[in-house]
């Protein structure tokens, strides 16, 4: 039954259409052109000062001594100071000392001059210089944001973010977890906790994606049902799903999660009973090509699709076999990370040359204390915006949720990775 069931995908189009893709996408045989390369004037090794707009929030590379961001250009100068209008996309690279002149705790002596709010949707003009990697910033000359109500939003959006960044770092280590749970920003975040995550196989978790989604989608079901209107539950759902990917930002597996959960939504609301999942990860794998080719690359677009590919083809078998040995709960959870890490492996062995199998057992016991931290933080976080005298006490409560979760990944990670 299942074999033919499987059989039965291939004769849709949309899963053909996504097998295609996939192929001329990573077999190497065909060269993809790239829609957001750089035109000017100019020799990029020549530009030394760039203006445009920052496309997605920096976030703090591995080294730790830049804050890395997607940046749309609009004009460039070269070392002449010549100036020619441009196009394209490009990674640029802020050094730390300028990324965080507004960041909580991490203030620098150099004072307020030229220090900006860096977040997407703001205008600024840059001197550096250009390398192969990116353009490294020296210094900011400019910032502005537009004046339409996209701009307005932005601005917006850009200090909610700060202040929530103020309110998670009076919670010391715990709201930096949190920050990273909800925010997708890890500077705040304890080193060792993240290197812990990533030995024991639970890079995922901190990595913004449908887990997150489905928790906020929860909260927008409860009190939908409460109110007893199901058109109402379907209303809150969707503000629920595009408040948070608004907040957080547009990451490759977020953005994978926030398609398929609208597409799930579509197709409830026309009265599919049960959707196909895996044709609607199909045309969500086609939909985020189109409109987000420079995605296609990105580890973690390859690794959401794979995970959630290898749960739809192979949790039920899975779940078979652990529900003659574990309780409903624990075999549901352990079907669904055997099933990912049947098509994540095989990517990470080629991409990192490890894996880690113990995220299995992990993931499974893990997630239920993460997403009790998820959903305790949200309550304090709105208790604490309203009487403000409750933020203390509650960055108590957190951190004290937070040393139990640090504790048992610690144990996790102590098991080694299977490196090829």
């Not at 990573?26 to 030394?48: C, D, H, K, T």
């Not at 910033?137 to 944001?145: A, N, P």
């Not at 990912?340 to 880690?356: D, E, R």
Request: charged share 15%.
């Amino acid at each position: 039954m299942a074999v033919n069931n499987l059989l039965n995908y291939f004769k849709k189009p949309v899963l053909i259409s996504a097998l295609i893709c996939v192929f001329i996408f990573y077999s190497g045989f065909f060269e993809i052109p790239q829609r957001s390369a750089v035109n000017s004037l100019f020799e990029e090794s020549q530009i030394s000062v760039i203006s445009g707009q920052i496309l997605s929030s920096p976030a703090k590379i591995s080294s730790g001594t830049y804050y890395a961001s997607s940046f749309s250009l609009n004009t460039v100068k070269n070392r002449k100071n010549f100036s020619s209008s441009a196009r394209g996309r490009i990674k640029i690279f802020i050094p730390c000392s300028i990324a965080e002149a507004y960041s909580p705790g991490k203030l620098y002596s150099e004072g307020k001059a030229g220090a900006y709010l860096y977040e997407t949707g703001g205008n600024y003009t840059f001197t550096g210089r250009w390398t192969d990697n990116g353009f490294y910033v020296k210094k900011c000359t400019e910032c502005h944001w537009s004046e339409n109500l996209k701009g307005k939003l932005a601005h917006f959006r850009a200090l909610c973010r700060l202040h929530f960044k103020r309110l998670m770092y009076g919670w010391g280590n715990g709201g930096g977890l949190l920050l990273a749970l909800l925010c997708g920003s890890r500077e705040y975040t304890d080193p060792t906790t993240q290197e812990n995550f990533r030995r024991a196989g639970l890079s995922h978790i901190l990595a913004l994606s449908g887990m997150h989604l489905s928790m906020f989608s929860a909260i927008a079901v409860f009190f939908g049902n409460r109110a007893g209107i199901k058109k109402l539950t379907f209303v809150l759902r969707i503000i629920a799903l595009v408040a948070f990917v608004w907040f957080a930002g547009f990451s490759p597996s977020l953005t994978r999660a926030f398609i398929c959960a609208l597409l799930t939504l579509a197709a409830t609301i026309a009265g599919a009973r049960k959707p196909d999942m895996l044709s609607i990860l199909c045309f969500s794998f086609l939909v985020q090509c189109a409109i987000n080719p420079q995605d296609i690359h990105e580890t973690a677009l390859i690794l959401s699709y794979g995970a959630l590919s290898g749960i739809l083809l192979f949790n039920s078998l899975f779940h078979r076999f652990y529900s003659k040995l574990f309780p409903k709960a624990a075999a549901s959870s352990l079907s669904s990370a055997t099933a990912a890490q049947t098509f994540t492996a095989p990517v990470s062995i080629k991409l990192f040359g490890s894996f880690s199998p113990i995220g299995i057992l992990s993931a499974t016991v893990v997630s239920p204390f993460v997403t009790l931290f998820i959903y305790s933080g949200l309550l304090l976080i709105v208790i604490s915006l309203i009487f403000p005298f409750l933020a203390k006490p509650s960055g108590i409560f957190i951190n004290l949720q937070y040393t139990v979760i640090n504790y048992i990944v610690k144990i996790f990670s102590l098991v080694p990775d299977c490196h090829f």
